[in-house]
């Protein structure tokens, strides 16, 4: 099979090169063919998830949407017991948008 990627549908190389380093694989062959496995056992999920008694119309909002931003939030918790029995403890958070 040729997948044509010269003149207007150019675009399509920086679209498989982006999804090889997605996959982590080497080449656009098996970026595609991860794709298309992804996509046909996603589709059927979403389409599922969709009408589940549970799903609600911000969560139904966001799964229709091709591209949303997210943000990871990573939180710790540590406590240190001095020699006199007190004990201190502290709470971290580190949120980063992920990119």
Known sequence: MRIRTDGNKSYRTRLYDRAARSWG????ADAIDKSCRFSSQLIPALAEA???PDMTDDLREVLSNPIIELTRTTRSEYSVILPNGKEITREQADIQPNK
């Open 50 to 52: 969709n009408s589940h």
């Open 25 to 28: 694989v080497a080449t656009r």
